[in-house]
């Protein structure tokens, strides 16, 4: 019996020993992966990022380990990429390996994968397809998209001069006029102001960018479970896209009642229509839940994102009247104060456009990127980075960096002009992201921002209820987003 119980100790060894050298072997042979620091049981890196500004915290973690390097969210591995050099040769040189969406808890809580935003593989390649190529076609539409934003613009100014200079938050006439921009592509058509269904939609949205700044939205991300059985805003701000969606699957299910097939009237109509062409295809990717998921991204992101930019926009400007005076000088000297902006002014505007993507630059509106995923194995520079391992290719990186930005964490619409006065461009300008996941919408928002602010401009001067050195524009960081500061002010009509 003991010969017995050696041998069986023996053998145990030995195989024991042959796993480890084939594990070994299997690792060297596929390379090492980006060194980062000791992680913890459970909670990973967590005791090492602070939760109220992980961006910084990554920043100091790049300056240690270099600019590849690997961090745990609790049980999650998270690859960073910090600075230009990287977030190039990995979303565009390895564009594909790069080209997966790496999902955030909350994010993955709310949108649950199946529309553009979170999806990945052929479902994401599809939708991503269409939305682009249909929103291109109802983007025109009766009226160029041009000449809608000009429309809804002429409202806002209206809607402005009716405040009579009294202070306000501007924040929901913002989110009004830009959310209608979305609308009228998407459902066909733009929401009267005093809507209630639609000021109950624009309140909800309010409610989230407020909700985003609290601490426990940022442990979400960190520590789902858990927050899953504590009550808190988090919650809120669940319920709160619970009615949102809602919103949306109600206007869907009013679309299949009123469909005409041979003339669809917006973006839903022409989903509706393409799911009707794919019935008999068991694997398409056309489906109701994933047109109330599309139409729920495109809503975000078509109101979010650009609505908090001029929210930006406008406290930046009136901290710094002598800048909003210079580009109201050039304002008049192009457009006058008769007729709406259009696009084609910019190129006669290098003020105007510098200032516009200094804002941009300054905001730094998603420092972290919305997540990527290495969609297969992947070699990157000498490390090797298993498939589906989250990836953050870092904005903030790139629009703050130093040698390309002097004194980054300044405002200063210099970063974008020659010393001739010209207009600079430069590569580290991506706010939208770069590469096969990079914003869906750049163009339109691009629009909407130029139009938008160029026209209040045009229409007021921004006078601060008080002394402008006291007004703080550094954004308030949150894991999701950069979030402006509550601020109050009068549009005086010029």
């Avoid at 682009?132 to 100014?157: C, N, P, Y």
């Avoid at 669809?264 to 019935?279: G, H, I, S, T």
């Avoid at 000088?329 to 290098?350: F, L, N, Y």
């Amino acid at each position: 019996m003991e010969l017995l119980g050696t041998t069986t100790i023996f053998l145990l060894v030995c195989i024991s020993c042959l796993l480890l050298l084939a594990t070994w072997r299997s690792t060297s042979q596929k390379g090492k992966e980006p060194p980062g620091p000791f992680s913890l049981p459970i909670v990973g890196n967590l005791l090492q990022l602070n939760p109220r500004n992980v961006p910084e915290s990554l920043k100091k973690l790049s300056e240690k380990y270099g600019p590849v390097f690997t961090i745990h969210l609790g049980p999650k591995k998270v690859v960073v990429l910090y600075g230009y050099d990287v977030m190039k040769e990995a979303l565009i040189d390895q564009g594909d390996d790069f080209s997966g969406r790496g999902i955030l808890p909350l994010i993955e809580k709310l949108f649950q994968g199946t529309g553009i935003l979170t999806s990945n593989g052929e479902t994401w390649k599809q939708l991503r397809r269409f939305a682009l190529t249909t929103l291109r076609d109802f983007g025109m539409g009766k009226k160029s998209i041009e000449e809608r934003i000009q429309e809804e613009a002429h409202f806002l100014v209206e809607r402005l001069k009716n405040t009579h200079e009294r202070p306000f938050d501007p924040n929901n006439f913002l989110v009004h006029a830009v959310s209608n921009i979305i609308c009228s592509i998407v459902f066909g058509d733009r929401f009267d102001y005093e809507d209630k269904k639609f000021l109950t939609l624009i309140n909800l949205i309010d409610e989230n960018n407020k909700l985003q700044t609290s601490l426990h939205i940022q442990l979400y991300n960190f520590f789902p479970t858990v927050m899953e059985l504590i009550p808190g805003p988090h919650k809120q701000l669940i319920k709160n896209v619970e009615e949102i969606d809602q919103f949306t699957t109600e206007i869907v299910m009013e679309h299949q009642k009123t469909l005409d097939p041979t003339c669809p009237r917006d973006f839903v109509d022409a989903f509706l229509n393409k799911m009707e062409q794919e019935k008999g295809n068991v694997d398409s990717k056309f489906t109701i839940e994933a047109l109330t998921r599309t139409t729920l991204d495109l809503f975000f992101a078509g109101t979010g994102t650009t609505s908090l930019t001029l929210r930006f926009a406008i406290l930046i400007l009136h901290k710094y009247p002598e800048i909003a005076e210079k580009m109201q000088k050039e304002i008049d000297s192009v457009i006058g104060r008769d007729r709406s902006p259009r696009m084609a002014d910019r190129s006669q505007m290098p003020y105007t456009e510098a200032v516009i993507h200094e804002i941009q630059r300054y905001i730094d509106f998603i420092p972290l990127n919305v997540p990527h995923a290495v969609t297969r194995d992947t070699k990157f520079r000498d490390y090797f980075i298993p498939k589906g391992t989250m990836v953050f290719p870092m904005l903030t990186a790139v629009l703050h960096d130093s040698k390309e930005f002097p004194n980054p964490e300044k405002f200063d619409p210099g970063h974008f002009l020659n010393a001739n006065g010209t207009f600079k461009k430069s590569d580290y300008f991506m706010p939208f992201s770069t590469g096969k996941r990079a914003c869906a919408g750049e163009g339109l928002a691009r629009m909407e921002i130029f139009i938008f602010l160029t026209s209040i401009l045009q229409n007021f001067t921004l006078k601060p209820i008080v002394d402008p050195k006291d007004i703080d524009i550094t954004p308030i960081i949150t894991t999701l987003a950069s979030m402006p500061r509550p601020y109050q002010l009068s549009f005086v009509p010029r």
